[in-house]
């Protein structure tokens, strides 16, 4: 009978722990839900600091295999080499092997050229946004000993599938404790977000002092202010205004830019001409420099909006 209850006990504690949301604090969730918040407690028992440091190299080895920066049949992320798939008139723009697009190649070279991967001698947590198939898979089975933790998520909206694991997060609230972050991976992602200038605060707010930020989102360097269509709530009038039907910004490279170092960041634009990308679109590798209060970021938005 005391089995019995036992058994009773624990399947309720059982079910009011998943009912609650709680499952969340383990590393990998049964089940992916949108409600399934990201926080860093689940992750800390992954990677101890008493794991033994092995590099994580996968982006290196592939590197090592280009001909040239400008080995356009080649893809930095899987490792194929053939010829690559058009998308949106633009040539060499899709891997046929692993889907991996300009941005997600150039995120691969970029995580190899720089060492952003490599142990520091603690664990590393790199907070994912958007993780694309090819690269979640080289973050999450290759780098299992390399100390590297693997911190996948998205807001999971309407139209937009991940990989088992992918964690819910809302970039203008996110739930993880202040320099609790190595490395942040954000490519396309803030023109969906609407409380732009709340989003790079809080990417601020998490990140360790010195950590680093790689970031790419759709922008022109013909254009000198933002364009802002958070006023439109149809999928066609935000394809008018922003270009996509779910993004809320038309963004200015320079703007932009400027947007994120008076946060509080100090960013380098690295070389898009890797590849032989016919690409317009900067990625910018930031660093965390300073702990800037809201009143002492520059500009206000509305300063650099071009509506």
């Known amino acids: 009978m005391k089995n019995v209850r036992s058994l009773l006990f624990g399947i309720f ?9 709680l499952f969340v604090f383990f590393r990998y969730p049964v089940q992916v839900r949108s409600d399934s918040r990201a926080t860093l407690p689940g992750h800390l ?42 998308k949106s008139n633009r040539p060499y723009a899709k891997c046929p092997q692993c889907a991996a697009l300009e941005r997600h190649r150039l995120g691969c070279i970029n995580l190899a050229r720089y060492s952003l991967l490599k142990p520091r001698g603690k664990v590393r947590r790199v907070l994912h946004f958007g993780p694309a198939t090819v690269m979640y898979f080289s973050l999450e089975t290759v780098c299992p000993e390399a100390r590297v933790d693997h911190i996948p998520v998205d807001f999971f909206a309407a139209g937009y599938h991940y990989e088992p694991g992918t964690l819910h997060a809302n970039v203008e609230k996110l739930l993880f404790p202040n320099n609790s972050i190595s490395l942040i991976l954000s490519f396309h992602v803030l023109e969906h977000v609407r409380r732009l200038d709340q989003g790079l605060m809080e990417l601020h707010r998490v990140l360790e002092e010195e950590g680093h930020l790689l970031v790419e989102v759709p922008c022109s360097k013909h254009r000198r202010n933002h364009t802002d269509c958070r006023n439109f709530h149809k999928g066609n009038d935000l394809k008018t205004c922003a270009g996509q039907h779910d993004h809320v910004w038309r963004f200015s490279c320079d703007a ?30 930031c660093r ?20």
């Open 13 to 21: 504690v059982a079910v009011w722990v998943s009912s609650s949301g």
């Open 45 to 86: 028992h992954r990677q101890s600091e008493s794991s033994p440091l092995v590099p994580c190299n996968v982006f290196e080895q592939h590197l090592s295999s280009m001909t040239g920066p400008d080995d356009r049949n080649f893809c930095p992320c899987c490792g194929y080499r053939g010829n690559f798939t058009i």
């Open 256 to 285: 932009f830019l400027k947007q994120v170092e008076d946060e509080g960041f100090s960013c380098d634009q690295t070389n898009q001409g890797a590849l032989g990308l016919l690409y317009p679109t900067p990625q910018y590798l």
């Open 288 to 307: 965390k420099v300073t702990s800037v209060k809201r009143s002492e970021s520059g500009k206000n938005l509305s300063e650099i909006l071009h509506r």
